[in-house]
């Protein structure tokens, strides 16, 4: 039902800042009722929660991001980003956007909780 691409990864230098981008085809219902949200993974570690937003751009952000990250969405464009500013080396992962249909639960963050998944996309910070 949902196509999840990310674009937007890539090298940079610790203290540098990214925005990734996730294009959704959607050939049901609407994007705006879908949960839109990033998850990363580094070499040898589980897949964590980053940051989610809702249809109401409320939003969720792990601890560990928190006033730097910043996630957004644009319902006209089909699209979520995520801005990653002050990036640091141990942040290297591979980012997956996700997405769940939400009609009217809470925000989840949990990675069971989201059934559509992107392909990823390799942010790498250089220290």
């Known amino acids: 039902q949902v196509q999840l691409v990310e674009s937007g990864g890539g090298l940079v230098q610790a203290g540098g800042s990214l925005r990734l981008s996730c294009a959704a085809s959607?050939?049901?219902?609407?994007?705006?009722?879908?949960?839109m949200a990033w998850f990363r993974q580094a070499p040898g570690k589980e897949r964590e929660f980053v940051a989610a937003?809702?249809?109401?751009?409320?939003?969720r952000y792990a601890d560990s991001v928190k006033g730097r990250f910043t996630i957004s969405r644009d319902n006209g464009k089909n699209t979520a980003y995520l801005q990653m500013n002050t990036l640091k080396p141990e942040e290297t992962a591979v980012y997956y956007c996700?997405?769940?249909?939400?009609?009217?639960?809470?925000?989840?963050?949990?990675?069971?909780?989201?059934?559509?998944w992107g392909q990823g996309t390799q942010v790498t910070v250089s220290s």
């Open positions: 959607v050939r049901t219902f609407s994007f705006s009722i879908y949960d």
């Open positions: 937003i809702d249809r109401s751009s409320a939003t």
């Open positions: 996700a997405a769940r249909q939400n009609w009217g639960d809470v925000l989840r963050v949990g990675l069971t909780e989201y059934n559509y």
